[in-house]
């Protein structure tokens, strides 16, 4: 019986082992340390500083999206009333897995020399962006997933992500400094495509928030806000660094004011819905994605910001329950409101704006932007350009309008590769291998957790010492 | 009726709206990249690495206080166990209004050409402590306004503090690295102003708190304390600015040791009271401020985060409460205790310690610390020291006690200014246009927001389905 | 009877005072700034930028340091249902003394020059290091000591800590750079002598968590995770910097898949088990950090942080309730097996990665790496090598068997200074003069705080209008 229970109950348990292990070797055989972490080849073995190390340079942003991973996710998902254990140590258990496979995945495709994969810190930066996407994918379907599945997923997904953003990135020539459409554009339709395949009929009274709840969601949802630019930032440098800083600042400013407006006017009352303040001030994060570090100016960053704040709140309010009452997609989280309509806007902002980018507006650093402008290697225009900027990479002589295109072509190609990625993932996990959440345990932590007894509502109605049922039903929490 | 109801609760929409309008247009018109940010003008085209931008250099600091006005400053006013959801949101809210105001005022002070206002980071930083000048007013006031009155007062209030931050900074030429003059004792008094006008007559039992809620109180007032070092550093160099972070450090661990002694000192049964942990200990950061940069030695921060705590539990203790009933002021936060005294403090131990600075124990960074003690232009002086120091700007030729006479007369004039100012917007927020909250929703978050119904005590005590009032009344949080 | 009362329940006013009045002589006396934070001897007063200062390599991850020790330490220990209050303030409050007493401790052995200590942001880093020592050995006792008997504690434990630490670090030349050892493997087994003196019996049902105290308890959890990088590699640098980053992420990693599926092994009906996922996520930290910065490979971390999540999980499941009922020690937070287990694990890595240390493998950085493994001075090996490594100091010419044996020697002899001082700690903490817990306050902030009302189980079971105790018994947290 205890075989048996094993079966039904810890499935998870050697699938957790098992990947752990098969991580361990797979690093063993392909990952190593880059140069500028290796003690032998390092530049100067007398250094006392970080001089010549890019540890210096990446690593505060690092630690800035390595806090939105875990701390903004996994608070911002504790809204639920009996779903905060899940919410925070699931999203945990999840991210930590991504963090090993995806740096084997997009090691593969970023830094493999045929024999090893070489890692720095932005390995771990990229890993962490990675883990964003299958997080939000887990937001659109927390409470109606195992673990299990959820483990599953991600490793479906990551695999999957990694190729759509080498096409986007190496193959495509796109920006997408932010990743709005390589993160959240992915990680959201990948999400509700799962979803869809579930097709959970869910109508739980669990599915709600408590007034501690909401305040613990809430140092999620400032995390994130606070450090977005970090995230829109991380990867760039000089000049666009700080730009795409400026422009993340003020667009989620002007979203966060225009998210209060918008959720006063249309809820009930006029009073502030606080889905709508948790989720939806963070869309001028996602919108201004792509364009962060174009030359967008702060005023553009502000109405991009806007514009985000208002769809996504109209979507909560109008277009979530009708997706899910018409089209029977449930959107736990509404990732569709915060990643996937905004991070639409960010593809499509990024595409006009790249259309618009001139040498005479973005000096010579249009090369290192936008790097497949740089003119064809040996054409006279590369040897005039080259006069100029030293390190100039050749690139694929492509007009301003040209890139506008190869933006939008790539938007609508990571929808593509989300939503059939996402709906075969869904099938998979609907394997009976997997298991499922069976009816009663919908956004309920006694699935996988021991809930303290006195704490939890089921128990604490009737003390153990009165027999018979008490008409006085107490909801406490 | 729909009109008249939006026009009795819903004033705020359009506000909110308009000013976010406003300030798009504004910076459309006024604002722009300055060259570290502007992709045609930055220095090197080909920078892999934040060399010779400004980027890497504030960026961290820059973190940690804007952590500091939203996690921090948000959380630490969560302690009122009906008012967590106001707390953190309209203080998140309030914030993302002030910073892009504040970047127009203190933009059109500081690098105003005419035509342009030119943002880099440290606009976004220098928006951020103006956001701690609104933030601490609202303390004053926080559950006797509506967030319409608070949006209004930071409005006003941000342009007379960037008026009279100019004062003080570019026409007076003092010293106040961690603001404590210009923001804390501004912050404090212009809401104590505010609140004096408005004479809300308080006594609700709602301004209490849960254990819960005091456990949410500590996130803000930990991370308040942790990041103050960055607050009061984050716009000095080189070894100023390493100095400011070593006095700040000293200063808030022994306010700490002593507010906890104080506390225990006064309290019933010599109990530590959860108030004056949650501020007083932060007083220390507070009180060092002005002279935070300045030659004070570890041992005088101590001294002067000593007697912060010290003065700053009294006042908890036995000011309040009589200028509360006295003088009809109510504090909801203690700002006074908090950041009124002790920034007075900061303000005359800054003056004494300027007063003090000598050439021989500075060296020629005198020169930089105290820009108007440096010989005017054209002097014999001047020459002299021109010889020692290459980027020498000419001063006004201070003495060390002039200079301390400017601290000190800055420091009354910051109070005069906020303490009109605060009245005149107090008036203002009367105006029966912004409304004003109902006796019965003070410190209530059901004026602004729908909260969970089996959550909320008065709701809870007797369940739906159970029609008379039970005798037995629960106060669950 | 106020004196009375005030020598019965005030006893801790008087020594925190005391000390904190000694610490600002001391540092009156002996602390001075170091040059790179002073004003007249500051390297260049045109300075407009950190160059040349080492506050901007620092800062970042001393603040990460920082925000574990008082959010991480502080909300980790939250979990307890009634002793959320003291868990998040009184490890402030020790946290606070023991930064200025290590400044004092560990300054008189690494910068006092005969006259002054001298100090900087390394300074400020190492006190945060030494206060972790102190929170761990909390951990051990919390809820069965009063505050009093805590800040002696500290007093006591630090003085010993730097003692050994200056053995480890500056005589034996061991390798420690994540203070797995000096730190971890001190703090635990220092705390578990002193409640093996103490030895409350305790049986409490106030030992328990609530479902809220739980995902408090999850913030310190996470920021613990999160920072940990930058705790094991905080005082690197360069390429051992970056490599000590790199370490500590993937064997975090790893251990917090493990940690998942153990609990899940050992637990009833295989569910997680949040007292697991609290700290056992975290022992991948503490078992990496010895070898941190050394040739491990990602892989090699990964295996170590495996070991240490099984291990600990293992250790809270197994041994805990065996170490409780058999040897009488109590161990509140389960320190031996979240830092104790897993450092002795980090001692003996270390020491078999030092063992198998070579030139080949680490270039030149070898004999940065392990500064004993230098020749000595004078000797032709010594010459050879310098004419490769310019600022090459002297060494001991030891092997590197020989350093392998000196680092499990010190991990030894950190075994014996801790437990012996440990004893000592707890007899002197036994002295009627510091008072006791009584047997009803165990757990219980009711001991040092005025707990709301309304809020606390004992009070709130019967409301006060009901004088007829009620059958129906409610536990509400």
Same mark, same amino acid.
């Given at each position: 019986m205890s075989l048996k229970h094993f079966l039904m109950h810890g499935r998870h348990i050697p699938f957790l082992l098992g990947i752990q292990m098969a991580f361990i070797i797979l690093f063993g055989v392909f990952v190593e340390y880059d140069k500028e972490a290796d003690s032998g080849k390092a530049i100067n073995a007398n250094a006392t500083t970080n001089e010549g190390n890019t540890i210096g340079h990446y690593y505060p942003m690092f630690q800035d999206v390595h806090v939105m991973m875990f701390i903004g996710f996994g608070f911002l998902m504790t809204f639920l009333k009996k779903y905060g254990y899940s919410a925070v140590a699931v999203n945990f258990l999840i991210a930590a897995i991504v963090l090993q496979w995806a740096t084997l995945c997009q090691g593969f495709y970023h830094t493999f020399d045929g024999r090893r994969i070489h890692i720095t810190i932005t390995s771990l930066l990229n890993a962490d962006f990675a883990s964003a996407t299958v997080l939000i994918s887990f937001g659109a379907v927390i409470g109606v997933t195992t673990p299990l599945q959820l483990a599953v997923m991600a490793v479906c997904e990551i695999a999957i992500f990694a190729s759509n953003e080498h096409l986007g990135l190496e193959i495509l020539r796109i920006s997408d400094v932010g990743a709005s459409m390589l993160v959240h554009v992915f990680g959201a339709y990948f999400g509700l495509a799962v979803s869809c395949v579930l097709r959970r009929d869910v109508s739980s009274e669990k599915e709600g928030a408590t007034y501690n709840s909401d305040i613990f969601a809430m140092i999620g949802t400032i995390f994130l806000w606070l450090f977005w630019p970090s995230f829109n930032a991380g990867l760039a440098e000089g000049d666009a660094q700080h730009r795409a800083v400026i422009n993340t600042y003020y667009s989620l400013a002007a979203c966060c004011v225009t998210a209060f407006a918008i959720s006063a006017l249309v809820s009930k009352e006029h009073k502030f819905d606080m889905v709508h303040i948790q989720n939806s001030t963070l869309a001028g994060g996602v919108a201004? /994605?792509?364009? %962060?570090? *174009?030359? #967008?100016?702060?005023?553009?960053? *502000? #109405?991009?910001?806007? #514009? %985000? @704040?208002?769809v996504s709140v109209l979507g909560y309010r109008y277009?979530?329950?009708?997706?899910?009452?018409?089209? @029977?997609?449930?959107?736990?989280? @509404?990732?569709?409101?915060?990643?996937? *309509?905004? /991070? *639409?806007?960010?593809? #499509?902002? @990024? %595409?006009?704006?790249?259309a618009a980018a001139t040498q005479e507006e973005y000096g010579y650093s249009l090369y290192r932007q936008f790097s497949a402008r740089a003119p064809l290697a040996g054409t006279p225009e590369f040897k005039a350009l080259h006069h100029h900027i030293e390190h100039l990479e050749p690139g694929l002589g492509r007009s301003a309008s040209m890139q506008g295109g190869y933006q939008i072509a790539t938007l609508f190609i990571t929808l593509a590769i989300a939503i059939s990625g996402g709906l075969v993932t869904g099938l998979i996990l609907r394997l009976p291998i997997f298991g499922k959440v069976h009816q009663d345990h919908l956004f309920d932590d006694e699935m996988c957790w021991e809930v303290p007894e006195a704490d939890h509502p089921q128990l604490e109605q009737i003390p153990s010492h009165n027999a018979s049922p008490s008409p006085m039903v107490l909801h406490q929490f």
């Open positions: 201004i /994605g792509t364009a %962060a570090d *174009m030359m #967008i100016h702060p005023f553009g960053a *502000m #109405i991009v910001g806007s #514009i %985000a @704040g208002t277009l979530t329950p009708v997706v899910n009452r018409r089209l @029977g997609i449930h959107d736990t989280c @509404g990732v569709h409101n915060l990643h996937g *309509m905004p /991070g *639409m806007i960010a593809g #499509i902002v @990024g %595409a006009i704006t790249a």
